[in-house]
Structure formats: structure tokens, C-alpha cells
């Protein structure tokens, strides 16, 4: 078992550029969760998934993010117009049942702005 | 607002020293997990703790509902439990994280 699976490692863009981001959670997880990890903000809630439908988007910036789950395995955070301030590690975490259920992380992606 | 509080932000200790670490909730909340991440390493989950008091090998939580906090003792510290320890509540089935505590223990 690989565990969370995310690409890529490491992501360097340009400013306006799209990012896409890939999650695969472990197999047989219902739940996909995608956070973002800075030293400024810590870790914050993005969105998430359960069953591939959209439970909570709350942590979203409300424009350029989206995030998709077209199948149970696999989940995508894309960001449009990238801006310095999103460079940050975008990590995804899977688990069996969901919100009440211990978290499994993948090894994140670094995202960086220029 | 921040939703999570944790305590201390860092603490430095000998190796063989207990370690408490505290964290406070801005709602009541039965969904409590504790995370661990090395630097450069993966986000790890040490326990859930909804409620009471639960145990895995040296770490000891214990989460009381009504007064809105958690805490996590680490028994017997060693060198390899250096890293963040980080807490989470759910609010409306969103995790939210506090900001850490930095351990670091020394030989």
C-alpha cells in the first residue's frame, strides 16, 4: 500500500499561470480531503470530498481554486491565474469513513510562484 | 478567529522527560484528533480522541468535552519525537488545525 498518493513532488509556475494538482487517496477510502500548509498560516482546510461528491468547500478562496473528484481514484485542487501568495505545500488526505475517521496525508505538493 | 489554540508553541526538553501539550477549542466539539509531522515529513495521525482519556504506546489524550480542550501527554520522551504536534477539531465536518507545538527533544 503506497499510501496517498500526490503530484507532482514539486511545482514551480509564473505568476497567472493554472496549477493542477493530483491527489490519489488509498484505495477503498471514501473521503478526500485537500489542505494548504504555509508557515505564515499553518495548516488550513481546503475542501472536501466524501463518496466523490463536494460535503464542504468552505476553506476555498472563491476564485481561481476549484477542486474535482470525476472518480474514486483520483481528486484534483486546480488553481487559475496563479498568485505569489498561493505558493505554499497543498497536501491531500484520504480516510475510510470521513470527517470522524483517521486522516492518512500524502507527502504533499510544494507549490511555487514566481 | 482562530478556532484552535494550542500550548505551548514550542517546548525543548531532555531526553527521558514527559511532555504535556494543551489544546483549546473556540466550540464544543466531539471530533479531536491529534496529528505529528517531522520537518519535511508526512502528516501523521497519533489518536483520535472524541472524549475521556485514550492511550497508544507512551502517548496518553485526553479530551473533556464540556471544558472545550484536549490534551496529549508524551511519556518518557526520545530524540525521534521531535517534530509539531498538531491538533484538530471538525466544525461541520471541516477539520480545523491549530498552530502546533514545535518539540524538540535533546540527548
Known amino acids: 500500500n503506497a499510501g496517498v498518493i500526490q503530484t507532482p513532488r514539486h511545482k514551480v509556475t509564473g505568476k497567472g499561470q493554472e496549477a493542477t494538482l493530483w491527489c490519489e487517496p488509498i484505495?477503498?477510502?471514501?473521503?478526500v480531503f485537500w489542505y494548504r500548509q504555509t508557515i505564515v498560516q499553518g495548516l488550513e482546510f481546503l475542501t472536501y470530498?466524501?463518496?466523490?461528491?463536494?460535503?464542504?468547500d468552505s476553506g476555498m478562496p472563491k476564485e481561481r481554486f476549484s477542486a474535482q473528484m470525476p472518480n474514486q481514484s483520483h481528486s484534483t485542487l486546480k488553481i487559475q491565474s496563479t498568485q505569489p501568495q498561493d505558493s505554499a505545500v497543498y497536501l491531500c488526505?484520504?480516510?475510510?469513513?470521513?470527517?470522524?475517521?483517521?486522516?492518512?496525508f500524502g507527502p504533499g505538493t510544494r507549490l511555487l510562484v514566481l | 478567529e482562530q478556532q484552535v489554540q494550542q500550548s505551548p508553541a514550542s517546548l525543548v526538553l531532555q531526553e527521558g522527560e514527559n511532555a504535556e501539550l494543551q489544546c483549546s477549542f473556540s466550540?464544543?466539539?466531539?471530533?479531536v484528533q491529534w496529528f505529528y509531522q517531522r520537518p519535511g515529513g508526512r502528516l501523521v495521525s497519533l489518536l483520535y480522541n472524541p472524549s475521556g482519556t485514550k492511550q497508544s504506546g507512551r502517548l496518553t489524550s485526553t479530551t473533556v468535552i464540556k471544558e472545550r480542550r484536549s490534551s496529549l501527554h508524551i511519556s518518557s520522551s526520545q530524540i525521534t519525537d521531535s517534530g509539531t504536534y498538531l491538533c484538530a477539531m471538525e466544525d461541520n465536518n471541516a477539520p480545523r488545525f491549530g498552530a502546533g507545538t514545535k518539540l524538540t527533544v535533546k540527548p
Open positions: 488526505a484520504s480516510s475510510l469513513l470521513g470527517g470522524q475517521d483517521t486522516q492518512y
Open positions: 466550540i464544543f466539539t466531539n471530533q
Open positions: 484505495s477503498g477510502h471514501s473521503a
Open positions: 470530498f466524501r463518496n466523490q461528491a463536494p460535503i464542504d
